[in-house]
């Protein structure tokens, strides 16, 4: 099949517009985001035990979520840590996802990190704990007895992650300041 010379220069030019819009842009002011991907993040220790934090929590409060959990208080907590410390998890996984760390150099991350997986490793331990004294109170059998089981479970997985975390931050934090 032949292409005419006319389709040749109209996709060329359409190409040509598409970069002129580009500097049109450039030329009011606008500017592209000037946030990076830091791919090597996710293949981190601390990436990946993030990744599991955000995991294993979504899978505790969803569980717990999806049953009767008002008339037992204790799952009342565990929902709050759960909920609170993967929200905080999210929001700093996409912080340290997209470099925007690096842009905020007054606040010291290293420290941040370890007071962060810290508490968030001693709370999810409660939730855990109160999880699985909550399990009296569930009859066996029952959906909500099989997801408070697989909630425990996930909890015990998420404090672990926290506290995995919370190491790779301090030994991290720790061997910056030996060098300083």
Do not use: Q
């Not at 939730?127 to 089981?149: D, H, Q, T």
Request: hydrophobic share 45%.
């Amino acid at each position: 099949m032949e292409i005419d010379s006319e389709s040749r220069t109209d996709s060329t030019s359409t190409i040509v517009d598409r970069t002129r819009k580009s500097s049109n842009i450039e030329s009011l002011g606008l500017s592209h985001s000037k946030l990076d991907y830091d791919g090597n993040f996710i293949r981190s220790a601390s990436g990946v035990f993030m990744t599991g934090e955000i995991v294993f929590g979504l899978l505790v409060w969803t569980l717990i979520g999806g049953t009767e959990y008002l008339h037992i208080p204790a799952l009342g907590w565990v929902m709050f840590v759960s909920v609170f410390y993967w929200v905080l998890t999210v929001i700093l996984f996409l912080i340290y996802l997209t470099m925007a760390h690096t842009r905020i150099p007054k606040i010291p991350w290293k420290i941040v990190g370890v007071c962060f997986n810290g508490s968030a490793s001693v709370l999810y331990l409660t939730a855990a704990v109160f999880c699985a004294i909550s399990l009296n109170e569930a009859i066996r059998g029952r959906y909500y007895f099989i997801s408070w089981v697989a909630s425990t479970i996930f909890a015990s997985l998420a404090m672990v992650s926290y506290a995995g975390n919370t190491v790779v931050n301090f030994k991290s934090w720790r061997s910056k300041s030996e060098e300083t």
